[in-house]
């Protein structure tokens, strides 16, 4: 792993070779150790180690240029230099480009784990054999992926700013079939400590729920009131984080733009009450669940922000550029992610339920409205009637169209967060809930 | 010089020998792994590029003065990966440090992985036979775009992206040149030394129209298409022609009356369709998906294997072709990253499901005794797994116009360009958007519509399919970033079609 010296050393050679008045710096340098499994044997893995400098230039009237190399040799590097440099030469000037920040005080994170760094097969493959013996056990086919990773990550700049961070993370997840292709069940857990993972417990969700979703029925498509379970909310939390960027809310372009404005007005829902008094929706990268750096995309320290606090839109993104124009302070991507929750447990959800469905996750899920953040998206790996407090059965896929603020604008319970990482939404907190009137718009025969 | 550069050389499209120096290095590897016991190994050591620069315009907060925002981005990669199969189990290492010494380690470190993992093994790794072959291949291109000056390159965006905002209605304008290359050479210890260079381009126009009023906004893109190529492709997209159409549609777009939703007839355009054709037949006759393979993440297929050869998949027009070896397509090879020469073979045969997409590790499971060549790994640090050809649909009978299919129809609408796209896990039900939508009233196109969406279940949509226009329609686009697999990997693959008619589809309204 780059220590924080050899970081220190490649950033300072970097920045020893530029010419331009701007050089920002980026060290990524990452080791991980995977195995995929299926048809229940472990099919490829790997190690790999790999890294990435990122070298971006600035002229004195703000033209920017940007490159990435992964050989480290002296050459390599001012070969970097001055490809960023000359790419910034020929470029125009950037009117929205930021002055470089001065040195920072960034906070400390405690998410490196030195156990999780060092390990290789004799631990991960011990949590693999107790998911495929699960599965051969009830005579069911499995497939899934497990991986822990070591990352260094460094930046630094001329106007003398400097970071350096380590973290560790790791996750198991895995689908479990039944060979008639019927039923499909699925788990998945996250820590930056790969002690966190087990193998045993997560494959006793995915075989109860896969043996629980043989004979599915056929529903009509319509509104119902649905149960999501964390997996399906970490994912509809993130897509709305996406939407919360301060320049096209001010712009007429997203679902918290005032309608009816003036073109110039920048009128936004900041600060009206658009969800229900439950509903606090933050960032927070000092979770010690979660794998996150020291500083977001804009070099500025990361914090701890509400974007929906009880309710009320809270904040807004905005980049530093949009800050400055915007006369506020910037705030961070909003990204690592925590939807606060309540004390209920998932059965007293259930059981609060008259009618309705359970969802475990969802997938593919994509914008279908920019403006309204409306998305499109599948239910997955098993939906659950409930009727009169109880699950009486297995439920056929389903299309949904709804915007993730409407879900929670419609919540009315939820249980404690816990950490889920999924592919496009990355890893946030997410607790099961209770929203109303969930639009699936048709069956999906997918299992 | 950069070790690199070195290595690789410049691209010599008349050369049929691997540089000396990659032919020593991937020697290493495979005589460490033979001396570790592996019963198999490959070498892929890579250098890829991506360039990408462009411009967007867009107005300051609370003003009508529009920002002119550049941006010229140039990365590298350069690393190297050992495959090996040792006790029956595939083992991967690799690391950016291309030397011999790194080499020898990195190839210890996947013997390691392949011994350990062979405790939890079902059945041993069984390879298709494939030759051995010595050989150097260029994709053709007539101008190297990363040797075309970046200030002409900026140039060309900038007045394309400044002539769709001339209209003050306009909201934003965004554009952008994408530039990819990929250097790889493979050995393996079956006796193949093959060096590759492959370039592909990525053009992009857009607009964005705002109904401040209304609380409207919507878009439309110029698409070109995608494609292995040079620099000639960008010339022949003609984007200073197309800005001022794709400025004049978005204002029509953002007026045009929303769509009454029920069952219509549909006319999908190639820019439209290769869409819908990538995720409904590319994925579904992935055999990795139908076996099982990626059922954790990317899922399976409704196409089961039994389901081969006797599946009515579509109607009798429907022809597909798996394909790395046709003319610009983003999967275009001549050899795949298991070594095999790649082909073109049937898909679909007059509606028929004949074969899946296959690699060397996985064909006898269908009883195949080769692979067809749709092996891929998006770096030097991936493990290579099957990915998708070039699947394009086969042109109609040569009379057939567009004109044609339009004059068949007495309520539908004409899709052009890609929009918001879902599909289930197994390939069956899916929801496409659109970039721009006409009435098709009485056999004749209409005005524009808008909040387009059409939803249908795989077979029952390509069993609707009436008409098929002919070859001097095809046109080819494509996906430059597919993602599938654990971790996570990208695939640029090309899908061709000409103009095509579907009867009676479910048509919805979005917001």
New interface residues.
Partial sequence: MFSQQQVKDIIDQVIGYSKLPGCQVDVQWTEDDFIRFARNGITTSGYRVTQQISITSTTGDKRTGNSGVSELTPEALRAGVKQAEDLALISHPNPEDMPALAAQTYPHLSNFDADTAAARGDVLIPQVQAVLAGAIKNKLVTAGFIQRSANAVGVGNKAGLFGYHTYTDSSLTHTMRNPEGTSSGWATQSSVMVKDLNGAEQAAVSIRKCLGGINRKKLDPGKYTVIMEPAAVADLIGWLGFAFGARDAEQGQSFLSKPGQDPNATATFLGEKMFPEIITLRSDPFHPKLASTPWGPSLLPNEKISWIEKGVVSNLFYDRFWASKAGKKPTPFPANLVLEGQSNSLDDLIASVDRGLLVTRLWYIRVVQPKTWQLTGLTRDGVFLIENGKITGPVTNFRWNQSPAEVLQRTTKLTQPMRVTNDETGSNMAPALITTDFNFTSVSDAV | ????NRLFGEPQPNSTEPTPQLEKLGAVAIAEAKKQGATYADIRIGRYRSQFSGYRL???????VT?????????????F?VRVIAKG????????LVTAEEIARITR??V??AK??A?????PVQLAPVKAYRDRWTSKFDKDPFAI???EK?ELI?SATLSIKKDPKV?SAFGALGFQSEDKYFASSEGSSIQQYVVRVYPILNA?A?D??????R?RNYTVEPQTAGWEAIAKANLGENAPRIRAEVLEHLAAPPVKPGKKDLVLLPSHLWLTIHESVGHSTELDRA???????A??S?L?TEKMGNFSFGSELINVFGDRTNDRGLSTVKYDDDGVLTTRFPIIEKGVFKHYQTIRDQAHLVGETESRGCCYADSW?S?P?QRMPNVWLAPGAATVTPDDLISGVDEGILIEGDG??????????F?F?GDAFWEIKGGKKRGMLS?V?Y?A?TPDFWHACDGISGQSYWQQFGAPSD?KG???QSNAVSHGCSPSRFRQI?V?L??
Wanted: proline share 5%.
């Fill in positions: 010089m950069l070790l690199a867009a107005p300051q907060r609370g003003s009508s920002d002119e925002v550049p941006f010229v981005t140039d990365q590298n990669s350069f690393g990966g189990q595939w083992g991967f290492a690799a690391s950016p470190e996947a390691t992985v350990a993992n405790a939890a093994q079902a059945t000056p970046m200030d900026l900038h909201f964005v705002v401040f009023k209304n609380g409207i906004s878009t076996l099982g393979y990626e059922a954790n993440y899922g399976t409704f089961t640090s493990v797994f918001s796209f879902s599909i289930d896990q197994q390939r069956y039900n929801q958007g909040r969406a939803q279940r993602g654990e971790p996570g479910n919805l979005t917001d």
